[in-house]
């Protein structure tokens, strides 16, 4: 059977991205995800989870999951607005709004749907998008969708932004960041983005995925840990299956920007909402979040240890206080000969290529969990000292 033209136009791409050291793959994992798993059939020592405060397999959440199974089944069966918003997505919210300190909270699938929903229900044509050059993918797919005029300013730079909002004949405005950028692991300068935001009429979105749990002194993120209220940070994104261990997503905000994204926000409208379970975990694991400080001080004594042991050994790490640690290599071959060189060594550590980061910023993507201990972290560094020093030979 011969094949149609199509098909081997697709199988050539393939081969030229394979050429290029750029091909991705999936690896099974099989038994709970933890620091250490099994992948392919082999026990690693992982440093590749958004895991980051080492809740995903947690009793409780176990616990909670079974416990509403035992209720409410299976799936939800339909979406929010049909038969599918069980009592415990309307708990879910009420705690989520209650902790990040907005009015209320409106629960997506997932955080690529969080994204879309929000920007694609606010801004249309005649508005205009301004948005960091190291978003998230989900957030520039959505500026881009939106029909607004869609902008990029450069990596973090008030004055590059301030500049363009000056330009815009834009009835609406909006500018939207990562708290916590999820390559770089640098944060985004909110307060004075919310100030910047204030003075030229815009709306602020924040995604904050990577710091929701992890930053804050009760771990509610971005807005906590710059002391930021709902009217500085007035949409607020958060991803529930990193720090908090479960799936989902959730838009935080006034009463009117919810209701706006109950009317406006497609992706939330048509589809089948999480299952309840996930919900009732996920309220168990914002508990833990809330109560268990230690979590978080572990991190943060983790990611002080590495970076020591990194500076000394010379590489090039970016400026991150969060639970990502880059290591940038530079050139596209030599971050994965690395990433394979720790493989070897039974470590899990996933080379970032583009076109997920600029050319020339290859980088092997370390994150931390809670689970950690110093002993696994020297273990990496051991290892980066050993490999290092082969490469340099190579």
Same mark, same amino acid.
């Given at each position: 059977?011969?094949?149609?033209?199509?098909?081997?136009?697709?199988?050539?791409?393939?081969?030229?991205?394979?050429?290029?050291?750029?091909?991705?793959?999936?690896?099974?994992?099989?038994?709970? +995800? @933890?620091?250490? #798993?099994?992948? *392919?059939?082999?026990?690693?020592? !992982?440093?590749?989870?958004?895991?980051? %405060?080492?809740? /995903?397999?947690?009793?409780?959440?176990?616990?909670?999951?079974?416990?509403?199974?035992?209720?409410?089944?299976?799936?939800?069966?339909?979406?929010?607005?049909?038969?599918?918003?069980?009592?415990?997505?309307?708990?879910?919210?009420?705690?989520?709004?209650?902790?990040?300190?907005?009015?209320?909270?409106?629960?997506?699938?997932?955080?690529?749907?969080?994204?879309?929903?929000?920007?694609?229900?606010?801004?249309? +044509? @005649?508005?205009? #998008?301004?948005? *960091?050059?190291?978003?998230?993918? !989900?957030?520039?797919?959505?500026?881009? %969708?939106?029909? /607004?005029?869609?902008?990029?300013?450069?990596?973090?730079?008030?004055?590059?932004?301030?500049?363009?909002?000056?330009?815009?004949?834009?009835?609406?405005?909006?500018?939207?960041?990562?708290?916590?950028?999820?390559?770089?692991?640098?944060?985004?300068?909110?307060?004075?983005?919310?100030?910047?935001?204030?003075?030229?009429?815009?709306?602020?979105?924040?995604?904050?995925?990577?710091?929701?749990?992890?930053?804050?002194?009760?771990?509610?993120?971005?807005?906590?840990?710059?002391?930021?209220?709902?009217?500085?940070?007035?949409?607020?994104?958060?991803?529930?299956?990193?720090?908090?261990?479960?799936?989902?997503?959730?838009?935080?905000?006034?009463?009117?920007?919810?209701?706006?994204?109950?009317?406006?926000?497609?992706?939330?409208?048509?589809?089948?909402?999480?299952?309840?379970?996930?919900?009732?975990?996920?309220?168990?694991?914002?508990?833990?979040?809330?109560?268990?400080?230690?979590?978080?001080?572990?991190?943060?004594?983790?990611?002080?240890?590495?970076?020591?042991?990194?500076?000394?050994?010379?590489?090039?790490?970016?400026?991150?206080?969060?639970?990502?640690?880059?290591?940038?290599?530079?050139?596209?071959?030599?971050?994965?000969?690395?990433?394979?060189?720790?493989?070897?060594?039974?470590?899990?550590?996933?080379?970032?290529?583009?076109?997920?980061?600029?050319?020339?910023?290859?980088?092997?993507?370390?994150?931390?969990?809670?689970?950690?201990?110093?002993?696994?972290?020297?273990?990496?560094?051991?290892?980066?000292?050993?490999?290092?020093?082969?490469?340099?030979?190579?």
């Amino acid at each position: 059977m011969s094949q149609l033209p199509w098909h081997s136009q697709l199988q050539q791409t393939l081969t030229d991205r394979k050429a290029a050291g750029l091909y991705r793959r999936t690896r099974l994992r099989d038994g709970e +995800q @933890g620091v250490e #798993v099994v992948l *392919d059939g082999r026990k690693m020592l !992982s440093f590749s989870s958004n895991d980051y %405060l080492g809740l /995903a397999a947690h009793p409780a959440l176990k616990k909670a999951f079974i416990d509403s199974l035992e209720q409410e089944g299976v799936g939800s069966g339909a979406a929010h607005l049909l038969t599918g918003h069980s009592r415990y997505h309307h708990q879910l919210e009420e705690a989520l709004a209650e902790f990040t300190g907005q009015q209320r909270v409106l629960l997506f699938s997932t955080g690529y749907m969080a994204n879309m929903g929000a920007i694609t229900a606010l801004v249309g +044509q @005649g508005d205009g #998008v301004f948005e *960091d050059r190291l978003n998230h993918a !989900s957030l520039l797919d959505a500026g881009l %969708l939106s029909g /607004a005029r869609f902008q990029r300013f450069l990596h973090n730079d008030l004055t590059n932004l301030q500049s363009r909002l000056e330009k815009t004949e834009a009835a609406r405005k909006l500018i939207v960041v990562d708290g916590v950028f999820s390559m770089d692991g640098d944060c985004a300068p909110l307060p004075e983005l919310a100030a910047l935001a204030q003075k030229n009429n815009a709306w602020l979105m924040v995604d904050d995925a990577h710091g929701f749990g992890c930053l804050g002194k009760t771990g509610a993120g971005c807005g906590e840990h710059f002391g930021l209220n709902q009217e500085q940070l007035p949409i607020l994104m958060g991803t529930l299956g990193k720090a908090a261990g479960s799936f989902g997503a959730f838009i935080a905000g006034s009463e009117t920007l919810i209701e706006t994204l109950i009317q406006f926000a497609r992706p939330y409208i048509y589809t089948t909402a999480m299952p309840p379970a996930v919900a009732a975990a996920t309220r168990a694991s914002l508990r833990l979040i809330q109560t268990e400080q230690w979590r978080r001080e572990h991190l943060n004594t983790l990611i002080a240890h590495f970076r020591a042991g990194v500076q000394a050994l010379n590489l090039q790490l970016m400026d991150s206080f969060s639970p990502i640690q880059p290591i940038v290599i530079g050139d596209e071959a030599r971050a994965l000969s690395i990433s394979q060189k720790l493989a070897e060594r039974g470590i899990l550590i996933i080379a970032i290529r583009p076109p997920t980061v600029p050319v020339g910023s290859s980088r092997l993507r370390i994150t931390f969990s809670a689970q950690h201990t110093i002993e696994q972290v020297d273990q990496l560094l051991l290892a980066l000292a050993d490999i290092m020093g082969e490469v340099a030979h190579d």
